[in-house]
């Protein structure tokens, strides 16, 4: 008999996998059985819930969160305020000028509240502001629209709409390369001077897209420890475990080698080793998917090559990663 994931990990924290509208059906058994939370992987992005000005389109956001209701699952909301997936109406005039920042503004704070305040009851915790450091250079915030119509506040702002649309919900602001020492450093001093303003937020999000050889297992702790001094809670949110390092553009496999395998079932083991280490700050663990049949990497980086990042296989089945993590 297979033992439930999530109930191994109920003294730690809770375990969430990226759903949507097709693995809500074909993923359901498992989701039901071994993870306590699930995130939209695109359904709640802006670009679905408001593609046109004030015509949101709610259904397949709210098909996830009848699913989560019935199966006593928690929601994690993923995500207000992007530079991806975004419409670019919101940044636009009828006349097909820029518009100004209080439009800009407006109009987020249109789509927060009214997404924030819809899910009130059944989303507990939102990603808030998404992404928005610059990976490379000497600039803290990387480029976008939203930067350039509304200025360098518009976090703040965004943080602010949320907690005035659910005063409850709780707050995060989630990126990657998080482990990543510079990038690391970037993330610390924006949410520092987010806390510093008393701006409301309560946690920080590590995407956790990792792979067999990056990042170390040194970075990682050192990212959780700088974060853990914000006095925030911080979650894992989008982990998946690649077979493929960064620069490996190979086409041609069809199933992940044994070695593959064997240093992935490692690699979770030390990673979980460390998340349980810090269960004190760490209250959630969600994978960005749920098992080898379908994953985002068999997109990233090279499109069409299969990718197998999950402790469950393409069946459904326990890998080795899966008992590694049982281990304890
Ligand atoms: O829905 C269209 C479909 O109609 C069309 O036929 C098809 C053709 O390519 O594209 C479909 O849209 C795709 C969409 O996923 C839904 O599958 C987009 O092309 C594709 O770009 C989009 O990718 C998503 C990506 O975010 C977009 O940036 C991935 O599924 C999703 O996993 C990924 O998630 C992000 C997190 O939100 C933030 N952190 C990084 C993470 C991975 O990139």
């Known amino acids: 008999k297979i033992p439930s994931l999530y109930e191994k990990y109920k003294d730690h924290f809770f375990i969430g996998a990226a759903v949507n509208q097709d693995t809500i059906d074909s993923q359901q058994e498992l989701l039901k059985k071994h993870f306590n939370s699930i995130t939209a992987e695109n359904e709640m992005k802006f670009e679905k819930l408001q593609p046109e000005e004030e015509k949101f389109t709610f259904a397949v956001a709210d098909k996830l969160v009848s699913f989560a209701k019935e199966n006593q699952k928690l929601v994690r909301g993923h995500t207000l305020v992007w530079h991806n997936q975004?419409?670019?109406?919101?940044?636009?005039?009828?006349?097909?000028?820029?518009?100004?920042?209080?439009?800009?503004?407006?109009?987020?704070?249109?789509?927060?509240?009214?997404?924030?305040?819809?899910?009130?009851?059944?989303?507990?915790?939102?990603?808030?502001?998404?992404?928005?450091?610059?990976?490379?250079?000497?600039?803290?915030?990387?480029?976008?629209?939203?930067?350039?119509?509304?200025?360098?506040?518009?976090?703040?702002?965004?943080?602010?709409?949320?907690?005035?649309?659910?005063?409850?919900?709780?707050?995060?602001?989630?990126?990657?390369?998080?482990?990543?020492?510079?990038?690391?450093?970037?993330?610390?001093?924006?949410?520092?001077?987010?806390?510093?303003?008393?701006?409301?937020?309560?946690?920080?999000?590590?995407?956790?897209?990792?792979?067999?050889?990056?990042?170390?297992?040194?970075?990682?702790?050192?990212?959780?420890?700088?974060?853990?001094?914000?006095?925030?809670?911080?979650?894992?949110?989008?982990?998946?475990?690649?077979?493929?390092?960064?620069?490996?553009?190979r086409k041609d496999l069809t199933e992940p080698t044994e070695d593959m395998k064997a240093i992935q079932a490692e690699r979770y083991e030390g990673f979980f080793n460390i998340f349980r280490e810090y269960s004190d700050v760490i209250t959630g663990v969600t994978f960005w998917g749920a098992a080898d049949d379908y994953t985002w990497l068999s997109d990233f980086p090279v499109k069409g090559r299969k990718n197998w990042p999950f402790v469950f296989d393409e069946k459904h089945q326990p890998k080795p990663s899966f008992w590694k993590i049982m281990q304890f």
């Open 86 to 249: 975004t419409p670019d109406w919101i940044f636009t005039n009828k006349n097909g000028s820029l518009a100004d920042r209080k439009t800009v503004l407006e109009r987020m704070n249109s789509h927060i509240s009214t997404v924030v305040k819809r899910y009130k009851d059944s989303i507990y915790c939102w990603d808030v502001v998404n992404e928005v450091i610059a990976d490379e250079g000497q600039n803290l915030l990387r480029e976008s629209k939203w930067l350039e119509a509304i200025g360098e506040d518009f976090i703040d702002s965004a943080f602010e709409f949320a907690h005035q649309a659910d005063p409850d919900a709780l707050l995060f602001y989630n990126d990657y390369n998080e482990s990543h020492p510079q990038k690391r450093e970037k993330i610390y001093t924006l949410v520092k001077g987010l806390v510093d303003r008393d701006v409301p937020i309560h946690g920080v999000g590590l995407q956790a897209h990792w792979n067999l050889s990056g990042p170390s297992y040194d970075n990682i702790r050192q990212a959780i420890e700088k974060y853990a001094t914000l006095g925030l809670q911080i979650q894992l949110t989008e982990m998946d475990v690649s077979v493929f390092d960064f620069d490996d553009r």
